[in-house]
């Protein structure tokens, strides 16, 4: 091969690159399902503030909705992530229902006694490790033993609701113990706005540059778009996997341990059709439900954009039991839009 | 010097025997065509190069001895590459993410090991470049051609310097104009000293590109001599039983 001619082939690739990368670049941004979400979030708030100055347009409410979505968002990044690998957890909200019990009970425990094992600083590792230990079990099942993720984690769904409710021997948990103020001030407490929705951001922006810039990330997708290929590339498939179904579980962990700082109780039902939401609004920011698709951000819109509706749906003084008939029929509709974009690509 | 050798090599699946003492010697350079019917046992033999599994008995040398791979990734730190023929690519992703998948380029920033997204798309670039592909690293898989995809997934076998690439039926699924393409970048691999086993059904891709012929024929080898010395009739039978052996 003439020498002369490689290096002039690698300039001219390389600037064709710089001229596509732009391209794509604003391509994606409106091509992206999240955008237009945020868009309608903002018009929904825009026109009920308008409509309602009064009721919707004020800093409590604004304050109300950020806390409301911020649990079903940190548990939508999870829910991203193993999304993206084309699995599924239907597992999320009973996984809170049982963490929230475990951390009550520990701290209810330092009513009758001062020990250090009865602070939220023991009861809250203890909350997060259950979290791990329900998404080993799914992840285990679903890489190691090769069960449907649907199966496993409805499965698991029954398990871990049915574990909170002997838990709890089916009693609420309302005292906890010595260190539960210092608990409720930081994980209910607020600056501006709810603790919990500084998390979620922090939580959204960390989640979104782990996607973007690092090798686990760049391997979600990759399973998500061919698992096989993956496999074969020497892409350590069994072990991404199990951990995006152990950071999906720890997400809702955290969520719990959140609403549970807010809310001052524990009580077994705590999640109860939470997973329900939390795929919602994986979904309607964006995420491809076969996988290989989806986004941090997404799951932050589609989570605001549920409670925007549901919000504005409570204040226009429509009946809650509509909320779900619009969340169900938001879900369809995401995945209708997907199934649009979806055969124009092709 | 042989690149690799294989030794009386039989591969039995249950009570399918799939080969039966099979040799096989691959020089440095060369072309090799690897030709049989369906069920002859080609997929099996180049599973059992690429490391997708041992053989039931027989041996694997390399050059520097005896060889047991359990998984493609011990055979492709040996050296040996495979582009098998789904090509295993991730549709959703860029042609340079493709090509460097499972072996990222990193680089530090402050704390954290980060993708480095320029070196792999200049060197992408580059190597779609050494094959003449217009493939750009950037487009996605899925808005690219049969022939592209065919220059992501032979570029990412030229990642490790590989002594030997096989190549799993790479014309079966494309058109005229990309056959000849993919015929052109397996003379540019040639060109660099790398030694391709071509598994192919057709006759007249293997009679243009290969240096010699190997014929399978229900898992025994039947033939293995330089195509000068042959024909496409006498393949053809070969391959169909009509000549027993040559």
């Excluded at chain 1, 290096?7 to 732009?22: C, F, L, Q, W, Y």
């Excluded at chain 1, 948990?173 to 603790?195: H, L, P, R």
């Excluded at chain 1, 990330?217 to 995006?244: D, F, S, W």
């Excluded at chain 2, 096989?166 to 015929?183: F, G, H, K, N, Y």
């Amino acid at each position: 091969m003439p020498p002369d001619t490689a290096p002039a082939n690698a300039s001219v690739a390389i600037s064709d690159v710089t001229g596509i990368k732009e391209l794509t670049l604003t391509q994606r941004l409106f091509a992206s399902q999240a955008l237009w979400v945020t868009v309608a979030v903002l018009l929904i708030m825009g026109l009920m503030s308008l409509r309602y100055p009064d009721q919707y347009g004020t800093e409590e409410n604004f304050y109300n909705i950020t806390r409301n979505f911020s649990f079903i968002g940190i548990m939508a990044l999870g829910m991203t992530a193993v999304i993206i690998t084309g699995g599924i957890d239907l597992s999320v909200g009973s996984v809170m229902g049982v963490v929230g019990i475990v951390v009550g009970l520990i701290m209810h425990a330092g009513k009758t006694s001062d020990s250090f094992l009865y602070s939220w600083y023991c009861a809250v590792p203890a909350g997060l490790a259950t979290g791990v230990l329900c998404g080993l079990f799914n992840g285990v099942l679903v890489t190691r033993v090769g069960l449907s993720p649907f199966v496993t984690t409805l499965g698991t769904l029954s398990i871990a609701r049915s574990a909170a409710v002997l838990l709890s021997q089916n009693k609420m948990i309302y005292e906890f113990g010595y260190s539960g103020q210092q608990f409720f001030d930081i994980f209910g407490g607020q600056f501006i706005v709810a603790n919990s929705v500084w998390l979620l951001i922090i939580m959204t922006i960390g989640f979104a540059l782990v996607l973007n810039t690092t090798v686990w990330g760049r391997h979600l997708y990759a399973i998500g778009g061919n698992e096989h290929a993956a496999q074969l590339t020497g892409v350590p498939v069994v072990r991404v996997k199990m951990q995006a179904y152990i950071f999906c579980s720890l997400c809702a962990a955290v969520a719990a341990i959140m609403l549970l700082g807010w809310q001052g109780s524990a009580i077994n039902a705590l999640g109860t059709g939470y997973e329900l939401r939390v795929i919602a609004s994986t979904v309607i920011g964006g995420t491809n439900l076969l996988g290989g698709e989806g986004g941090a951000f997404g799951a932050f819109v589609g989570a605001a954009l549920i409670e925007v509706i549901r919000n504005g749906l409570i204040l226009a003084g429509v009946d809650s039991n509509y909320q779900g008939i619009f969340v169900g029929g938001f879900i369809i509709l995401a995945v209708l839009l997907e199934r649009v974009r979806g055969r124009k690509r092709e | 010097m042989s690149v690799l050798q294989l030794r009386n090599i039989s591969k039995s699946f249950g009570a399918i025997r799939a080969l039966t003492d099979v040799n096989l010697t691959l020089e440095p350079g060369e072309v090799l065509g690897l030709m049989g019917d369906n069920g002859a046992g080609k997929s099996t033999l180049v599973k059992i190069m690429a490391g997708n599994f041992p053989p039931t008995t027989g041996d694997i040398m390399l050059e520097d001895g005896p060889v047991v791979f359990h998984q493609p990734v011990e055979a492709r730190r040996k050296g040996i590459e495979i582009v098998y023929q789904d090509l295993a690519l991730c549709n959703n992703l860029s042609a340079a993410a493709n090509v460097f998948l499972g072996r990222e380029i990193k680089r530090r920033f402050g704390p954290f090991n980060i993708l480095d997204f320029r070196a792999m798309y200049e060197q992408a670039g580059q190597l779609f470049g050494e094959l003449k592909s217009e493939t750009r690293p950037h487009d996605l898989v899925r808005r690219m051609s049969g022939g592209q995809r065919q220059a992501v997934a032979i570029s990412r076998t030229r990642l490790s310097n590989p002594k030997v690439v096989l190549l799993d039926e790479p014309t079966a699924a494309i058109s005229v104009r990309q056959v000849a393409e993919v015929l052109d970048l397996i003379r540019r691999l040639r060109d660099q000293g790398i030694c391709v086993v071509l598994i192919s059904h057709r006759m007249p891709d293997v009679f243009s590109v290969c240096d010699r012929v190997f014929v399978l024929r229900r898992g025994r080898k039947v033939a293995e001599k330089p195509i000068a010395d042959s024909s496409p009739e006498e393949v053809t039978g070969l391959i169909t039983g009509a000549i027993h052996a040559a």
